[in-house]
């Protein structure tokens, strides 16, 4: 807050007013710049309002120069509020999908701008950036300012496998693979889109092994772009197991051991 800012004891009649505003154009959730250049002509010092009702506790600071109402807490939408270009995606997006579980202790959001990690309201919030060419296959949630996006199932299950680090285990991501209701056509797209051919080998191989018929076009596309370098199956296991040639891939886990642990038995 400027020390130049006057703060008033009790509620002033524009502070009022201002509030009003907010209701009328359903705002709760917002940046100075949107409120100057929606309000701006209506109100002399529109940063002296928001801290007043900041100081009061009508209005909340989520960090400088982004505010919502004191009742506001819609997680999704602040952590993608936080930063532009940016959708719930990996473990987050798996279980707002309802492909695994369980909860992350912070929200990921994948954006193309770098941003530290942070708490709001404490919730934590983890950024991962991607390249431009990464961005893409999201879906919409909710309504108005209460609106945010997410990647769609078969961009968050090709996400988990280009960065698996992110999905909450390996294991879960297996199962979730074996789950989720896809589409060959955008699994292919998305796999484009990542230009990772080690998770496109990975989840060609799980979509055979799994007998994803509906993924045949997929599993197709998938062979086509196989390499000559081998890929362990579970990118974070040891350098053991079978030597699968068809798919340029070590089964560092058995495929037995792969398919109890999609059936939950593991």
């Known amino acids: 807050m400027a020390r130049s800012t006057y703060i008033s004891e009790n509620l ?29 002509s209506k109100y002399n010092d529109i940063n002296e309002l928001v801290e007043n009702l900041v100081h009061k506790k009508i209005l909340s600071r989520i960090e400088k120069s982004k505010y919502c109402k004191s009742t506001f807490r819609n997680e999704y939408v602040i952590g993608t509020f936080l930063v532009p270009n940016s959708a719930i995606a990996y473990w987050s997006a798996l279980n707002l999908h309802g492909l695994t579980e369980q909860f992350p202790n912070n929200i990921f959001i994948q954006t193309n701008k770098l941003k530290r990690n942070k708490s709001v309201f404490g919730t934590g919030y983890q950024f991962v950036k991607v390249a431009d060419y990464k961005l893409g296959g999201y879906q919409v949630h909710g309504h108005g300012n209460n609106q945010f996006r997410s990647t ?52 060609g191989f799980l979509a055979e092994l799994l007998k994803r018929k509906e993924l045949g076009s997929f599993i197709t ?46």
């Open 12 to 40: 002033t009649q524009q502070q009022i007013d201002f509030m009003l505003e907010l209701e009328d154009h359903e705002l709760e959730i917002f940046s100075l710049v949107e409120l100057k250049n929606k309000f701006g």
């Open 221 to 266: 596309f998938a062979k086509s772009v196989i390499n000559e370098k081998y890929t362990l199956v579970d990118p974070f296991g040891l350098e053991k197991g079978e030597f699968v040639n068809e798919w340029k891939l070590r089964l560092n886990i058995t495929s037995k051991d792969i398919l109890a642990i999609c059936n939950k038995q593991y």
């Open 152 to 203: 769609n199932i078969e961009k968050t299950i090709t996400d988990c496998f280009d960065l698996p680090q992110y999905s909450g285990g390996y294991a879960e991501l297996l199962r979730a693979f074996s789950e989720a209701e896809m589409k060959s056509e955008l699994l292919i797209e998305y796999s484009q889109l990542i230009k990772n051919i080690s998770a496109t080998k990975r989840m």
